[in-house]
């Protein structure tokens, strides 16, 4: 058996509805939202008395999808880590935008802050990372060739 296909990465983030306009300047659309609870939550998750509001971001192409998600219940024990880009099993999710700097310009008026510095590699790739909602590490690749 083989995988057929990535379905979607998710992000527990605090304020859906922050996340859910930075996803959408970044250029993903909305596919739609819900709220999850009971006996399949609670089996799935591993914990009592779940009940989380879930948003579901699509990429343009129709083929990335971010799933957000917030728990109102139960309440989170901890925070994110908030770790460098290099230690190991922190996540990341990269796009590939039209412009890295006018994205980011666009991204900071929603909290986005630049992890380095935009980098070059031999004229084929402008790269960033940023930090979006909660934390999360977003790479941002601009082909240039």
Do not use: N, W
């Not at 739609?32 to 399949?40: A, S």
């Not at 579901?56 to 971010?66: A, E, I, S």
């Amino acid at each position: 058996m083989t995988v057929q296909r990535m379905d979607h990465v998710g992000v527990v983030v605090e304020d859906l509805a922050a996340a859910v306009a930075f996803f959408v300047e970044l250029g993903l659309e909305l596919e739609g939202e819900t709220t999850v609870e009971g006996q399949f939550a609670d089996d799935l998750i591993g914990l009592e008395g779940v009940r989380a509001d879930i948003a579901m971001m699509r990429t343009p192409d129709g083929h990335g999808r971010v799933e957000l998600s917030t728990f109102r219940s139960p309440v989170a024990t901890s925070a994110g880590p908030r770790e460098p880009v290099d230690t190991p099993g922190i996540h990341r999710i990269t796009f590939v935008v039209d412009d890295v700097h006018e994205v980011l310009d666009r991204l900071r008026a929603h909290g986005a802050e630049l992890v380095g510095e935009v980098a070059e590699y031999k004229d084929v790739y402008r790269y960033a990372y940023i930090r979006g909602p909660d934390g999360v590490i977003i790479g941002l690749v601009e082909e240039l060739r």
